[in-house]
């Protein structure tokens, strides 16, 4: 029951957010769209299989949503460090590539954290993520190997996000 | 002054937005052209709706845009992948000149 209403909830949330219905001009709030949007958020909420219940204590650690926005900050650094390196390569008149997909293997335990992982490799350029198995590997395709050892291609590719989501949720 | 900043952060977006392009002509096999069509977009569309933002300057335009963000950055990664691990999945080779392929020496998982 709790789960349902977390979801009616969120949803709810994401339709306010996504039709604004306070006006800018005379601040009147527009009563038909929060209706329809609560109307729909229920019956999803409904109808949807229930969210899986999660740990609330973790919820209420300030420390984690500090490093979640210290995960933001790497993150972004990253993806543009990232994105410069591969435009030089393309736009190089010679292409200098070197493609592969190499093994690596996170220490994360949580789903959501190897999730994250997973789409944090694939978002920076030059990585992504083809296959996760069990045990924690990551099979990563690397536009330019430069290590095809599993210990030292996972510092290099994964280390610096690992660490923070570590943080953030275990 | 935050137009002018927001014209910029459109003005490099899109200039992402032609590399990867571009990548996805030069790039020679699947695995690599997938690397510079989801990411250099990615960023690009994260510039531009960063700009669009900034220059609108409203909050109903920014809570749109945030949540632009948050699905592309969620959506993106997780639709590539399994674009690759399909691609793989179904025999579709690497470039002759990769290095190494670990997940055809170890064999898929599940077959």
């Known amino acids: ?170 | 002054m935050t137009e002018g900043i927001g014209a910029a952060l459109v003005g490099l977006g899109v200039a992402f937005d032609v590399v990867g392009c571009l990548g996805l002509l030069r790039l020679p096999d699947v695995y690599s052209r997938m690397q510079a069509a989801t990411k250099c977009v990615a960023l690009g569309t994260l510039l531009i709706v960063a700009g669009a933002v900034l220059t609108a300057g409203s909050p109903a335009v920014l809570a749109k845009g945030a949540l632009c963000l948050i699905f592309l950055v969620l959506t993106s990664p997780t639709g590539s992948h399994a674009l690759a691990r399909a691609a793989h999945r179904s025999g579709t080779p690497l470039w002759e000149g990769s290095v190494l392929d670990r997940l055809a020496e170890d064999g898929e998982e599940g077959r």
């Open chain 1, 1 to 170: 029951m709790v789960n349902h209403w977390r979801t009616a909830v969120v949803a709810l949330g994401l339709w306010l957010l996504l039709t604004w219905p306070l006006d800018p001009h005379t601040g009147r709030l527009d009563g038909t769209a929060v209706a329809a949007g609560l109307a729909v958020a229920v019956l999803v909420a409904g109808t949807r299989r229930p969210a899986p219940a999660v740990a609330l204590g973790r919820w209420l650690e300030p420390r984690r949503y500090f490093w979640a926005l210290v995960f933001i900050g790497v993150f972004l650094w990253q993806v543009l460090l990232a994105n410069l390196d591969v435009a030089y390569r393309i736009l190089h008149p010679r292409l200098p590539i070197r493609p592969g997909i190499v093994k690596i293997r996170t220490a994360l335990e949580s789903t959501t954290a190897r999730t994250l992982l997973a789409n944090a490799i694939t978002l920076t350029p030059g990585t992504l993520t083809v296959e996760l198995v069990d045990g924690g590997w990551l099979y990563v395709h690397w536009l330019n190997v430069r290590s095809t050892d599993p210990v030292e291609a996972g510092t290099r590719i994964a280390a610096s996000f690992e660490r923070i989501l570590g943080r953030i949720f275990e």
